[in-house]
């Protein structure tokens, strides 16, 4: 028997809680892994709540992040001892996932759990420190160096913004922070933003071109925000867009594309390929000060992950959310 969180939904209602449940109501895997720690993410808080329709199977074990050690593998690049750690693929949505103190899953979507990283510090950069750092790396791929001018960060005082912004500024980046809670300011000044923006000033309708300031970005809001950044991007900038916190539409025009040949990637980390997850985490190794994951990460027990769901979709936890699964 083993603790997690399951989510129901029936006649009764849809409702998230903690159980015991039996090893043998795991779901299909060549990968058991005794489960040492996952995470909250915004995803993970949609479907804790229901207010957003990330579950499409059930019952189901939420967390779209885990770190544990394998106890059974029949997959040829793991045997039990590994350790081992998960984001994405689909798990927490529809495969059991990691707010569990078991999982079962398939061994190709497991990556190594970098020597460099606790089980603890590698949950606090967890689904949203590899984002950003798919998102740097997708502006380097682009060919934004430092010397070309300011990276602005929106939603700077999330996961995704917590990480990109140490990991930029570590790279030598002139980083500025667009947050809806100024009173962070300091928090995001320690971690590398060299100027904070209120939120107000992005996320209602703008010109089609405003004046060109960025060199490139790093988006997770989406909507009037996302096209007020492209809209006051650079000639031959990059915006990076990983997320949707204010929405899924994009009330833009194409002349930023067309007139000053902004480039807009997409950056998506759930079914990412293997080889550039490895290569993310890698370089999270060494352009991640992890002095600054204490500072970004607050950890809670299992129990706690159900109303810290509700807390994060209403904007009141800053950085990231770790959950020791054994507390």
Sequence with gaps: ?????????????????????????????????LVSHSTVNYKDGLAITGKGPVVRKFPMVPGIDLVGIVDESSHPDFKAGDSVLLNGWGVGEVHWGGLAQRARLKGDWLIPLPAQFTAQQAMSIGTAGYTAMLCVMALE????????????????????????????????????????????????????????????????????????????????????????????????????????????????????????????????????????????????????DVGKLEAISTEIGLAQAIPMAARLLNGEVRGRVVVDVNQ
Excluded at 2 to 22: H, V
Excluded at 147 to 163: C, K, N
Excluded at 240 to 246: D, M, V, W
Aim: proline residues 4%.
């Design 141 to 288: 791929k682009q060919g934004v160096k430092p010397s070309d001018g300011e990276i602005v960060v929106t939603g700077a005082a999330g996961g995704v913004g917590s990480v990109a912004i140490a990991v930029l500024s570590k790279l030598g980046y002139q980083v500025v922070a667009v947050t809806g809670r100024t009173a962070d300011a300091d928090y995001l000044k320690s971690l590398g933003a060299m100027e904070i923006l209120d939120r107000s000033q992005f996320n209602a309708p703008g010109k089609p071109l405003a004046k060109e300031r960025w060199a490139g970005a790093v988006d997770v809001v989406g909507s009037h925000t996302l096209a007020n950044i492209c809209a006051s991007t650079k000639y031959r900038g990059v915006v990076t867009a990983c997320g949707l916190a204010a929405g899924m539409d994009f009330p833009a025009t194409v002349a930023p594309f067309i007139l000053r040949g902004v480039t807009l990637v997409g950056v998506d980390s759930v079914m990412c390929p293997r080889p550039e997850r490895i290569q993310a985490w890698r370089r999270l190794t060494t352009d991640l």
């Design 1 to 33: 028997m083993f603790k997690a969180i399951l989510i129901e939904k029936d006649d009764n209602g849809y409702r998230a809680a903690i159980q015991e449940l039996d090893e043998a109501m795991l779901p299909a895997g060549d990968v058991t892994v």
